[in-house]
């Protein structure tokens, strides 16, 4: 998996051979996919030699840097100790407490007064088995996070912007479009790292945009039921969601929805998926 840095990954993962980004040109283009960071703060995910960071230092506000390597962490943090608007944290990306982070400050001068941040800008490569993990992560704190680039294995990129009825349209698609809006920006080579993976690598822009509050599921635990949805993939609806639900709750519910008991979760939009878990919800209530 091609990285821009040793992947943010669990410590029990063994270490897998890092390809490094080289292309500058890339790096440029990944950089200016964020728009304008002179006012930003952005969040770097595994900035490994720096190349991204360079350019980010130079352009955001602050720039706060996460790096689970601890070799290059302390490499980074020689070569940006005198950046100002630069921190360099080594931790796992998982493990970031984004409310201390990034939450509001305490105001200063009049008590009870709070300074609200502006929106954070996320950039960075995502390793494919934890990618799930990483945006999950990241849209459980939505609201600090204005826009996502990051760079992401082909296939991994196909499925976040697959459409509901192809084969690639699973729960990673509709979590993705259950919050932000996905752009497939540019492919970046092989030839653009060092050493050259075996394959080719995406681009993708999330503009933070979360869907909860119009399709009326804010806050009631939709994304468990998109993750039973899509339990077993080659179960239908039906047999996916009674494992929680009685044939009879779901034969209603789905009435409801206007959905057939023989559908597939990767046939449903997000709007019918809504549907069926609300008429479900509505149903449990009056029960």
Known sequence: MPKVASANRPRTKPKLGQHFLASEESAVHIVDALGDVSERTVLEIGPGRGILTSLLARRARRLIAVELDRVLAAQLRL??????????????????????????????????????PQPVKVVGNLPYYITSDILLRLFESSKYFESIVIMVQREVADRIAAQPGGRDYGMLSATAQLYARVEKLFTVPPDAFTPPPKVHSTVLRLTVAPQQEKLGVAGDGFVDFL?????????????????????????????????????????????????????????????
């Open 79 to 116: 070569k940006f100790g005198m950046s100002r608007n630069v921190e360099i944290i080594e931790a796992d990306v998982l493990a970031i407490d984004f409310d201390s982070l990034f939450g509001p400050k305490p105001g200063l001068g009049r008590p009870g007064i709070e300074i609200m």
């Open 227 to 287: 993750r039973l949805s899509f339990g077993q993939k080659r179960k239908t609806l039906w047999n996916n969601l009674r494992t929680k639900y009685s044939d009879h709750l779901l034969k209603d519910a789905l009435s409801s929805a206007k959905v057939k008991p023989a559908a597939r979760a990767e046939t449903l939009t997000l709007e019918e998926s809504a549907a069926v878990f609300r008429a479900l919800r509505e149903r449990r209530q009056e029960s």
